[in-house]
């Protein structure tokens, strides 16, 4: 019953074992029903002995739980003391792997700049999971990098071409067949296509550049174009960075007429491989037209007028629309109509015909 009081509880610290039990039974208000001899406790009523098993019994209880609560409590510690170790071991191995794979970058990428390609050829390390995000944002970095690096040698002209490429991939990428990224870009095609009179074409575009002070010839080609009248007419088209002027090559390329590059709002291609392309003004007066006279004869000339066009306006920070659609909505003289490209098998070259709704450019079948 020693469990039941306080001062015998676990040990006592009195002079003997006498003592010991007198305290407790003091304490529980039972020396009046005791008497004490040399080694034995004599108890008078059975009541006094039923108490002392019920406060021994309730004592258990709650010595049980307490010897459960702190086993459990030494359970958890230890649990914890675990898991904290293995989130330092975590902690430090992720930070040898990511130590490892900046080291391994470095190894491999240290000497990118004296190499041919600037390191495009090296292969990249695999990125341990939690520095998946941060690969990404190395390769941006890397790839911003190895195109500075390669773009600041290129020469001013070298520079321009690359910019309308880029423009052509952005506008036209996945929705046009060919945008001719693969060649050069020279942009005055009328005086390689057409070289017995390109020096006709020369003339009147020093001419037309002492009279209008434009600084250089964004592009020009032999063209297919309509008329006011519906008719379709053999026409040069010169765009500059001030004016789209249209040119008759069988007048040595006397001006017909010129528009205002401001008064240009958009472009509007076709989705094939045809080189039709009508442009939009301000004046609801738009300009249809088919590229023609290419040497050689299968060569693509849409996207180089659409990326030239984009970059200049870009420049300049102005807005230029590029429709890709079939057929191609637009506006002859103010009244609405529809351009329509029809593949024809016994079509030697594209021309014009006059339809209900708009025209329709028959291109060759094959």
């Not at 003091?26 to 020396?31: L, M, P, V």
């Not at 390329?253 to 094939?272: C, D, F």
Request: aromatic share 10%.
């Amino acid at each position: 019953y020693k469990m039941i009081s306080e001062y015998t509880w676990p040990n006592h610290d009195l002079s003997s074992d006498k003592d010991a039990v007198k305290k407790l039974l003091q304490g529980c208000k039972f020396d009046h029903d005791v008497a004490y001899g040399k080694t034995k406790v004599f108890i008078r009523t059975p009541r006094t002995l039923f108490t002392l098993e019920e406060q021994r019994s309730e004592m258990v209880k709650r010595i049980v739980i307490f010897l459960q609560k702190v086993w459990r409590g030494t359970l958890a510690r230890k649990r914890y003391r675990r898991m904290r170790a293995a989130a330092i071991i975590l902690r430090a191995y992720r930070r040898y792997k990511v130590k490892s794979y900046i080291r391994e970058i470095n190894r491999r990428f240290k000497n990118v700049r004296s190499m041919k390609d600037h390191g495009k050829h090296v292969k990249w390390p695999t990125p341990p999971k939690v520095l998946r995000k941060f690969e990404e944002a190395v390769k941006n970095i890397y790839n911003r990098w190895w195109a500075w690096t390669n773009i600041k040698s290129l020469s001013p002209e070298e520079t321009l071409q690359l910019r309308a490429k880029i423009a052509t991939l952005e506008a036209l990428k996945g929705q046009r067949a060919d945008l001719g990224l693969q060649r050069a870009w020279e942009g005055n095609y009328v005086k390689r296509d057409s070289p017995d009179t390109a020096s006709s074409f020369t003339l009147i575009s020093s001419e037309l550049q002492r009279k209008d002070k434009f600084m250089r010839v964004l592009f020009s080609c032999n063209v297919r174009k309509i008329n006011r009248f519906h008719k379709a007419e053999d026409r040069a088209l010169l765009i500059t960075d001030r004016h789209l002027y249209k040119m008759d090559p069988m007048k040595q390329y006397k001006p017909m007429k010129s528009t205002p590059l401001y008064n240009v709002t958009g472009l509007s291609v076709s989705p094939g491989k045809d080189q039709l392309v009508v442009f939009h003004t301000k004046d609801n007066r738009d300009l249809i037209v088919c590229l023609q006279g290419m040497v050689p004869a299968n060569e693509s000339r849409i996207g180089e007028l659409v990326g030239t066009l984009l970059s200049h306006f870009k420049s300049e920070k102005r807005k230029l629309q590029v429709n890709i659609s079939s057929p191609i909505q637009c506006s002859m003289n103010g009244r609405k109509c529809t351009v329509v490209v029809e593949p024809k098998i016994n079509q030697s070259h594209p021309d014009f015909t006059k339809s209900r709704a708009g025209y329709i450019l028959a291109v060759p079948g094959n």
